[in-house]
């Protein structure tokens, strides 16, 4: 949901989600009953259609940022921003339920 001047702006879903490849690690320890991971391996972005004139292919943060690390330039692919200096739509429970902005990768 975008939160724009004029209103909640609903994105519909494209039926395509752009993903990056996890790949475990090592084995899990624990600490006082709590099972700590080691931190995964991150491999290919997959399901990233090509760009297209006009569009905007909204994605997870990660994918987002593991894109532009990589050195892919793609100005069309944006995440949103739900951190607080975007200053996000809450509900009564603090949870994000609108963004008002979009961040380049």
Excluded at 44 to 62: E, K, Y
Excluded at 83 to 101: L, S
């Amino acid at each position: 949901m975008l939160a724009t001047p004029t209103g909640m702006r609903m994105v519909p879903p494209s039926g395509t989600v752009a993903r990056v490849v996890v790949h475990p690690c090592g084995q899990p320890a624990e600490a006082d009953g709590v099972r700590i991971e080691p931190p995964p391996i991150y491999g290919d972005v997959v399901g990233l259609p090509p760009p297209r004139a006009g569009t905007f292919h909204i994605v997870s943060q990660i994918t987002a940022l593991l894109l532009r690390q990589r050195g892919m330039s793609r100005p069309d692919v944006v995440f949103p921003g739900s951190g607080p200096q975007f200053a996000p739509v809450k509900d009564q429970r603090q949870r994000v339920i609108a963004v008002t902005a979009l961040v380049q990768s």
